[in-house]
């Protein structure tokens, strides 16, 4: 059983700057595809960035240029930062991880970015 723990949202001004972690545990051998999502009130939830075992990466085009993910292997932690950060950013951002097919949901954290 796997289990995701994000943190680090908040609230920020328009421009600003945050940075999320996602701590993974419980899984025995490496995880080999994670990725962010997010939610907004009422909208469906949306992929925003994936990074693989071998840190090839892919984003969301509202994102490109703002958003990184990166991931420590020795931490098991995956991390997004998110930078000129805009209003239409608020949402929960949730971990997400796939794991011998079974899939696992982090509790998600608020970003809330003021205009």
């Known amino acids: 059983q796997v289990q995701l723990v994000e943190s680090g949202g908040g609230l920020v001004q328009a421009g600003g700057s945050l940075r999320l972690s996602c701590a993974a545990s419980?899984?025995?051998?490496?995880?080999?595809?994670m990725r962010w999502y997010r939610q907004a009130p009422g909208k469906q939830r949306d992929l925003v960035a994936t990074?693989?075992?071998?840190?090839?990466?892919n984003y969301a085009d509202s994102v490109k240029g703002r958003f990184t993910i990166s991931r420590d292997n020795a931490k098991n932690t995956v991390y997004l930062q998110m930078n000129s950060l805009k209003p239409e950013d608020t949402a929960v951002y949730f971990c997400?991880?796939?794991?011998?097919?079974?899939?696992?949901w982090g509790q998600g954290t608020q970003v809330t970015v003021s205009s």
């Open positions: 997400n991880a796939i794991y011998y097919a079974q899939n696992y």
């Open positions: 419980g899984s025995r051998f490496s995880i080999n595809v």
């Open positions: 990074i693989t075992s071998g840190d090839s990466t």
